[in-house]
Structure formats: C-alpha cells, structure tokens
C-alpha cells in the first residue's frame, strides 16, 4: 500500500492479514453469523412497526397488538444477543490475531542482525510493536466486520423497501449517489491524513523514548528549554495531523445527516401530504416502515465512513508492521553443525568488513588463539577492535575470509550452538529491570539460585551482592540505574561465568570502574579466565601484562603481535601507545 496514496483499500495486504484469521475460522464464521443476523433482526423491527400501524391500531385488534408486541420484544431481545456476539467475539478475533502479529513481529526483531537495529529507531519499533498492533485490532473489533454487518443491513434496507413500494424506494435511492460520492471522497482524504497521523506519532514516540533516554545528557548540557521547544515542534505537528482527520469529519458528517433528513422529508411528503396512489392501493403503515428503514439505510453509510477510517488506519498500521516482517536483515542461520561443547580455538583468516558499503573497517585480518590462551587486543579508538568481536559471535556478516572455531568455519555453526559456547562482558553493560538473580540467569530454568550463589562465590562478588537489600533478589530498576557502573560490571562478569562458556570476551570491561571494584574485577578476570580462551580488550594495565599475546590495532590492521615485554622492546607503535596511556598507571 503506498503510504502517499489516495487509495482507499488495499485488496492484497487485506487478504495477507485475513490469512491470521485461520486458526480461528469457527469465531470468524460466528461473528459473519451475527452480522446476518443484526440485519435480518433490523429489518424485522422495521417491517414489524408498520404491521403494528396496520394490523392493530388501525383495526383496534387488541390482540394483534399484543401479539405483534410480544414479537417486536423477541426481535429486539435477539438484535441484543446478537449485537453482544458480535461486539465479543469481534474484539476477541482481533485480539487473538494481534497476538499472533505480534509475536511473529517480536522473533523477527529479535532475530535482526545488530545493522539493522543500527540503522532505526527504537521509538519507531515500539510504535510498530504496540500502537500499530492495537490499530491492526481495530480492523476487526471496529472496522472490517461493522462495515459488512452495516452493508448487510443496507442491503437488506433497500431490498426490503422495494417490495413495499418501488416508488418510494427508488425516491429514497435517488439521493444516495450524493451520499456515496461524499463517502468517497472522505475516504480518499482520511487514507492521506491517518498516513500522516501514524508517521508523526512514531516521531513522537522517537522523541520521548531518545530524550527520557538519553535525560542525563539534556540536563548535564543544560538543553531542556531546546528540547522542550524541539518537542513543541514535533507535538505541533502530531497536533495538526490529527486536526486534518477533525476537520474531514467535521465536513462529511453533516452533510450525511442533511442527506439523510432530505429522504425522510421526501418520503414523508409525496407519500402522505400529497396522498399519492401509495395511499390509495396500500396504507400509512408503509411509511412508518420506510422512516425506519431510511433510517437503517442512511445511518449505516455514515457508521461506514467511520468505521472505514478505523479500516483505513488498521491498514495503514498492517502495511508498516508488515513492512518489517518483510525486511531481510537476518543473519542466515544456514548451519547444522551443532556442539555439546568447544574446546575454544580461534582463527581469523584474512577477514575483511564494513559496517556499511564500499566503507571498509577492517582491512584483511589474520590471527590465531591457541585453547586456554589470553589474547589482548589493543589500539586506538576506531582502530576496529570491538568489530572484531561482533564479528566472533556472527552479530554482523564479514565480506571475506573466514572465521574458523575449533577448525570449523562460525558459519557452519547454528547460531545457538555458537553462541552458546562464546560469553561477553561489554563496558557498556545491559541491565533488565529485574533482580540480580534473573539478570545473573537470564531466567534459564536450569540455572538455580544455588548455581548462582556458588558461582559469585568462585569469582568474590557474593558478599557485594549480599550488601545489597534483598540480596539477589534486588532489583536493579531499567537498565540497572539502581547500581553503580563497577557494580554492573560484576554482575555481567557473574552473568558470562555462569553460562560456562568456552570463549570469554571482555571488551573494555574495566575501563571506566572505580579502584575498588577493579580489584574485583581483576580477581574475578582471573578465576573466569582459567581453561578459557580469552579475548581481552582493555585498557588496564595488569590485564595486558598477563596476556598470552598482544594485537596491536591500527585503522583496521593489526600492526603488531607479541607478549608485552616484546612488543615494548621493539620500540614501535605498542611502544608508543603505552608510555601514552599506561605509564601513569605503572608509576603510581
């Protein structure tokens, strides 16, 4: 569906999201029998009213009039149970739907390479996770089967006046090409504003999620009166867009309603003050029916203008989730090697990648880790280090060479089974707003607390961990704002012990802590790090003195390889770098 059409339905995503449906085609046909039904039973309120002006009043029949009474009472109770049925399992099919469009949209997220997540915007993904989903809902709870129940009910309107009287009938359908070319045009309008209303919304959502995100920096800058002028903008905006939607509204409703009045008014004249034949060959009790059914007629196309709009912003909605579900950014999880366990050599073979085309970051990287051994890699900011390790895990795709495991290329490896053997501390470290425990497992159930106590044990962190209230069943709040930088940084180390991983990687993971809890650190770097192979990029001095082997990084090559006595002797690049950034640490 283009976003910048006037085009009112799209047949082909309409028919892609009916196929969700399928599980649930006994409540779909439950709720397509209610329709029937309200229309039927409208119908029969009509025809009914004219029966009683007719049979009863007109006759003074007593008994007519109970018994026509007694039948209105029964319509009227089954239009209710009906309209109960339909409202119900109308929303319930919606919901059911949803869920599933939702979970579908979330494994697919979840499954996106990290380029992919480079490239857009959290606050627009949340849009397209909650507010777009809900939209989608509406087709259903409000939108597709009103508007066919309504049609129903139009059909059955019309047929129905024709075989009262066609004269009438046709009178009264005369006005409808007014209403219906109005309808049109509204629908035309209203597809371009709610595209409009649902791109500013998720603007708006970007917005608020960067800069709640991100409060820290608008206050430490002082930029709130610029941010709040920048949200006015943007609320400006949002505001307009959904003015447009007000003001077609404002427009089309009236002019439904004079329409409407126009036919009443019509029938009401030529069929009673001017005494036409109708009255001559039938009765008064025609035109009270056909007041309810103009009624019936002309209410329904103004509920479907609305309701259309609903359908329109569903569909609006659908087109950008499904947009998503359409995105080929996924690492292909072509491999079927699969691996109890590793014993945890790596090897990059004249390994080439950029982040972006034609843009390359790493020019031809070659090196080896032998089992159990500690390799640092060092460099300057940019230098590629941290692309090494995404590379490792298979976050991005490499454009040549190989990265081999064990001897095995990673992409001969399923994903799950490669990443099962490799943890990674970060410097940044992701906390979920959950206790310890839970962040520690990342509630695998085979990992007890037990496990986890033992485990903080090993490595020195259970007495910090006991310090705190509630113990391991602290909450550390979103992203762990209830805990210290050192103090995540001990939690992420406990996370990567306790998942036993044959590679470990710490990507500058004591590189912005405090003394005492880089003391833990260090301890806790050790034990994690025995039997291991481990990949080590830091800035600390202590860890770069005990590595196996240094990588000296520059602009995407590796310069130099040697053990830090090595490499300080030839008086090189590494040499530099050190007396730069570590001789400070050395002499105090």
């Known amino acids: 569906m283009d976003k910048g059409s006037g085009n009112a339905f799209d047949y082909n995503l309409f028919k892609r999201l009916m196929a969700h449906t399928k599980p649930y085609r006994v409540i779909f046909y439950t709720v397509a029998l209610a329709a029937v039904l309200l229309s039927v039973f409208a119908v029969l309120t009509a025809t009914i009213a004219g029966d009683i002006v007719n049979d009863a009043i007109k006759k003074n029949d007593a008994d007519k009039l109970l018994y026509l009474t007694l039948a209105m009472l029964g319509v009227l109770l089954g239009q209710v149970i009906s309209q109960l049925g339909f409202n119900y399992y109308a929303n319930w099919l919606g919901e059911s739907v949803i869920k599933d469009v939702r979970i579908a949209l979330f494994k697919k997220m979840i499954g996106f390479r990290m380029q992919y997540f480079d490239s857009s915007s959290i606050g627009v993904l949340v849009t397209r996770a909650v507010a777009d989903m809900q939209r989608i809902g509406e087709i259903f709870s409000q939108g597709f089967f009103v508007i066919v129940a309504d049609m129903l009910k139009m059909l059955t309107a019309a047929v129905v006046m024709l075989i009262l009287n066609w004269k009438l009938a046709l009178l009264v359908f005369a006005l409808l090409p007014v209403i219906l070319y109005a309808t049109r045009l509204f629908q035309k309008a209203m597809k371009i504003a709610f595209t409009e209303v649902r791109a500013e919304v998720a603007n708006l959502n970007s917005f608020v999620q960067e800069r ?36 077609y509204n404002s427009i089309f409703f009236p ?208 007495e910090f961990i006991n310090s705190l209230p509630g113990g391991y069943t602290y909450n550390v709040k979103e992203r762990g704002t209830m805990l210290s930088s050192g103090q995540r940084q001990l939690i992420a180390f406990l996370r990567a012990y306790v998942s036993n991983p044959s590679i470990l990687v710490l990507d500058e993971a004591t590189s912005s802590v405090d003394t005492y809890s880089e003391q833990l650190i260090q301890r806790a770097t050790e034990k994690i790090t025995e039997g291991r192979t481990s990949i080590i990029i830091a800035h600390r001095l202590a860890t770069i003195k005990k590595a196996d082997k240094i990588l000296v990084m520059d602009a995407g090559r590796i310069v130099e390889t040697g053990t830090h006595q090595t490499l300080l002797k030839k008086g090189g690049y590494y040499s530099n770098l050190y007396e730069a950034q570590f001789l400070a640490e050395e002499v105090a």
Request: aromatic share 8%; proline share 1%; charged share 20%.
């Open 212 to 247: 709640i995100g991100g409060m820290k920096i608008v206050q430490l800058f002082t930029r709130e009166n610029i941010e709040k002028e920048n949200f006015r903008k943007i609320n400006e905006k949002h505001k307009n867009a959904w003015l447009k939607t007000v003001w």
């Open 255 to 462: 002019i439904a309603e004079i329409v409407s009045s126009i036919a009443v008014g019509l029938v009401v004249y030529f069929g009673v003050l001017q005494n036409l034949q109708v009255l001559e060959r039938e009765n008064v009790g025609v035109i009270v029916s056909f007041l309810f059914l103009i009624e019936l007629l002309f209410r329904p196309l103004r509920q479907i203008a609305d309701k259309f709009n609903t359908l329109q912003m569903g569909m609006v909605a659908a087109n950008r989730v499904f947009t998503i579900l359409d995105t080929d950014s996924q690492i292909e999880d072509t491999g079927k090697v699969v691996k109890a366990e590793v014993e945890g050599s790596i090897a990059f073979s004249d390994v080439r990648f950029g982040y972006l085309a034609n843009e390359e970051v790493l020019h031809g990287i070659s090196f080896d880790v032998q089992v159990g051994q500690t390799v640092a890699i060092v460099g300057a900011t940019g230098a590629g280090k941290s692309t090494i390790i995404n590379l490792l895990s298979r976050f991005y795709e490499i454009n040549s060479g190989a990265i081999l495991i064990d001897g095995v290329d990673i992409k001969d490896f399923t994903l799950t089974s490669l990443r099962s053997h490799i943890a990674v501390v970060l410097q940044d470290v992701f906390l979920f707003a959950d206790t310890i425990a839970n962040n520690i497992s990342l509630k695998d159930p085979s990992v007890t607390l037990e496990d986890i106590e033992k485990a903080a044990k090993q490595i020195g962190v259970h």
